[in-house]
T-cell receptor
Framework: DAGVIQSPRHEVTEMGQEVTLRCKPISGHDYLFWYRQTMMRGLELLIYFNNNVPIDDSGMPEDRFSAKMPNASFSTLKIQPSEPRDSAVYFC???????????FGPGTRLTVT | GENVEQHPSTLSVQEGDSAVIKCTYSDSASNYFPWYKQELGKRPQLIIDIRSNVGEKKDQRIAVTLNKTAKHFSLHITETQPEDSAVYFCAASMNSGGYQKVTFGTGTKLQVIP
C-alpha cells in the first residue's frame, strides 16, 4: 500500500479564496483524521470520521471549515473563505479499529496571503 | 475532555547523553499512550506505545514508562544520536462512545548536539 495520500502537497492562495485539501486513507482503514499543525498550537485534531461518518468535529475552528468523506477511500477538507491565519500544515491520518496507531499522510502546506 | 500536557517544549542534549520527555493526562479512562516522532518537514510516525496494563516498555534505545496513579508517562532515549533530533509528540487515547479518541501533547523539539 502507498500509505495515506494527500494532495496538493503545497497550496498558496489569496485571502478569500476557497481551498480544498484531499486525502486518500490506507485501504481497509475505518478511521480518518484531519489535523492542523502550527508552531503556536502544535498538532490540533480538527475532525475525525469512522466508517465515513463524522464522529467529532469539535476541533473545527469555525464555520469556514468543512469536511466530507463521501466514501471509504476519499475525504476532503474545505476552507471557504480562506484567511491568512489558516496558514498551516494540514495532515490527514488513518487507522483501524483495534489498532490505535495512526498513519499520517505527508501533509499539505497551506499558505494564505 | 482529555487534556495532555508535555514538557519540556525544547530539549538540547549532547550526543551520547540521555533525553527524557514527560507527559501528563487528565482522564483516567485513557488506556493507550503512543509516542510519535516527526523529523523536520516530514510526517509524524509512531515510534513506541504502551497500554495501561503495562508499566514499562523498551525497544532498543527508547523506553516508555507509565504511572497510572499519577497519570503521567515518559519517553526515555538513551545514547542519543544526531538522527534522534526531531519533534516528539506524546498522546493519550481512550474509547469514547465506542470510538477511539486520541489527544496529542504539544510536542518536544529535541536537538542532539554532535
Amino acid at each position: 500500500d502507498a500509505g495515506v495520500i494527500q494532495s496538493p502537497r503545497h497550496e498558496v492562495t489569496e485571502m478569500g479564496q476557497e481551498v480544498t485539501l484531499r486525502c486518500k486513507p490506507i485501504s481497509g482503514h475505518d478511521y480518518l483524521f484531519w489535523y492542523r499543525q502550527t508552531m503556536m498550537r502544535g498538532l490540533e485534531l480538527l475532525i475525525y470520521f469512522n466508517n465515513n461518518v463524522p464522529i467529532d468535529d469539535s476541533g473545527m475552528p469555525e464555520d469556514r471549515f468543512s469536511a466530507k468523506m463521501p466514501n471509504a477511500s476519499f475525504s476532503t477538507l474545505k476552507i471557504q473563505p480562506s484567511e491568512p491565519r489558516d496558514s498551516a500544515v494540514y495532515f490527514c491520518a488513518s487507522s483501524t479499529t483495534g489498532s490505535s496507531e495512526q498513519y499520517f499522510g505527508p501533509g499539505t502546506r497551506l499558505t494564505v496571503t | 475532555g482529555e487534556n495532555v500536557e508535555q514538557h519540556p517544549s525544547t530539549l538540547s542534549v549532547q550526543e551520547g547523553d540521555s533525553a527524557v520527555i514527560k507527559c501528563t493526562y487528565s482522564d483516567s479512562a485513557s488506556n493507550y499512550f503512543p509516542w510519535y516522532k516527526q523529523e523536520l518537514g516530514k510526517r509524524p510516525q509512531l515510534i513506541i506505545d504502551i497500554r495501561s496494563n503495562v508499566g514499562e516498555k523498551k525497544d532498543q534505545r527508547i523506553a516508555v514508562t507509565l504511572n497510572k496513579t499519577a497519570k503521567h508517562f515518559s519517553l526515555h532515549i538513551t545514547e542519543t544520536q544526531p538522527e534522534d533530533s526531531a519533534v516528539y509528540f506524546c498522546a493519550a487515547s481512550m474509547n469514547s462512545g465506542g470510538y477511539q479518541k486520541v489527544t496529542f501533547g504539544t510536542g518536544t523539539k529535541l536537538q542532539v548536539i554532535p
